[in-house]
Structures are given as structure tokens and as C-alpha cells.
């Protein structure tokens, strides 16, 4: 998902988007301890910059809408 999709989101669907990856992060990371391999642990680095790039741009949206207009 790129910047531009998720800026056609509202913030609860961004919110809602970041529990979702940061569960399967959690659960990743949970895998790559226990196995010690991951099938594709870049999954692991795309995943972190994903829910980086959500909070980015729900910080911007929210920043935005506490201007006064």
C-alpha cells in the first residue's frame, strides 16, 4: 500500500489499518524468535515501514484538522 491509497483513507480506517499490521507484525516477529527463519524476513523490514508510513500520514490528517481553518 502506498502513500497515496492511504491518504484517500479517513483516520478511523488508518487506525483501524495500523492495529491490523502491527498484530501481524507482532506475530512475524513471534515466528522469526521461535523458527529463527522467516520464509521472507524482509517481511518483517516492509511491514515496520508500513505502519511508519500510517502513522505519518494520520499524524498529518489529524495536524490538519486541528488547524484553524
Known amino acids: 500500500m ?3 491509497q492511504i491518504r484517500d483513507l479517513n483516520i ?3 487506525e483501524t489499518r495500523i492495529d491490523e499490521e502491527e ?3 507482532e506475530e ?5 524468535a521461535i523458527r529463527g527463519r522467516l520464509e521472507n524476513p524482509m517481511l518483517l523490514r516492509t511491514k515496520r515501514r508500513l505502519i511508519a508510513r500510517l502513522k505519518t500520514i494520520r499524524n498529518e490528517k489529524q495536524a ?3 488547524e484553524p481553518a
Do not use: G, K, M, S
Open 23 to 25: 498484530e501481524e507484525l
Open 2 to 4: 502506498d502513500a497515496d
Open 64 to 66: 490538519a484538522e486541528e
Open 28 to 32: 512475524l516477529q513471534f515466528q522469526h
Open 12 to 14: 478511523a480506517e488508518i
